[in-house]
């Protein structure tokens, strides 16, 4: 994504002087829809969406959770969600009345959240009403594509037939298997995993941690140093081939 980027500078004459900077940037979302620790990182993902909206390119991909990251038992469920309820100061406790013990992974509501941004509804509404439905409501859209059908097109204002057909097309759940594959080469193990990537080759990956502070401070350094490459091409050109 290009993003243009004003500076305001103040000359010792009091004249005011704009640059616009082309740098690129992008951070990238890998979760699961039903995953409690992706839920509590909602507000963070919205805030830096809210804060760097004219400057980065925010986007989502499905990393489906599986057996090593499902809890083995109902009990062992809400204890992670007391865990992570306390962790983020939550009123309200997450509901487990939709845990299913033989189910190897989570498919219907992600396929649901994918199939949406295929009919237009490219931002966070229908996964968040999914998982909502799933850790506040104990919806039982965990294992039901044709339920999860029905609350991601309510949310979305899309036809729930319409919908369900998209989702269970064979062209979502290749992508979502690919995005997962993606998420798995990052060799990294906690979802959400927010990956941020600039034009000059800089990296940076955050894995399980879902607090604002320290990754709105990477993205400003990282905007920073792509500042500083444009600023530098634009006096001296690319670097010499040899």
């Given amino acids: 994504m290009a993003v243009l980027r004003r500076h305001t500078k103040v000359s010792l004459r009091g004249v005011i002087f704009c640059e616009i900077r082309q740098v690129r940037i992008s951070i990238t979302n890998y979760l699961d829809v039903m995953s409690s620790w992706c839920f509590w990182s909602q507000p963070t993902w919205a805030e830096l969406k809210r804060r760097y909206a004219d400057r980065v390119d925010f986007d989502w991909k499905i990393a489906l959770m599986d057996g090593e990251g499902l809890p083995k038992s109902r009990a062992q469920e809400e204890w992670y969600y007391r865990r992570s309820g306390l962790m983020n100061r939550s009123p309200f406790m997450l509901r487990s009345d939709s845990y299913e013990p033989v189910l190897p992974e989570y498919l219907a509501p992600n396929l649901v959240a994918e199939a949406a941004r295929d009919l237009g509804i490219t931002d966070d ?58 998420w798995q080469a990052l060799k990294v193990t906690q979802r959400p995993t927010f990956l941020i990537d600039t034009e000059i080759g800089d990296r940076a990956i955050f894995s399980g941690m879902i607090r604002l502070e320290p990754i709105a401070a ?25």
């Fill in 125 to 182: 509404s229908v996964r968040l009403a999914l998982s909502n439905s799933i850790l506040r409501e104990g919806s039982k859209a965990i294992r039901d594509v044709e339920v999860a059908a029905e609350i991601g097109g309510r949310a979305g204002g899309i036809e729930k037939e319409k919908l369900l057909e998209r989702a269970q097309s064979p062209e979502i759940e290749k992508r979502i298997r690919q995005s997962t594959a993606d």
């Fill in 218 to 242: 990477t993205l400003d350094s990282m905007i920073d140093d792509a500042a500083a490459y444009a600023a530098h091409a634009a006096h001296f050109g690319a670097p010499p081939a040899q």
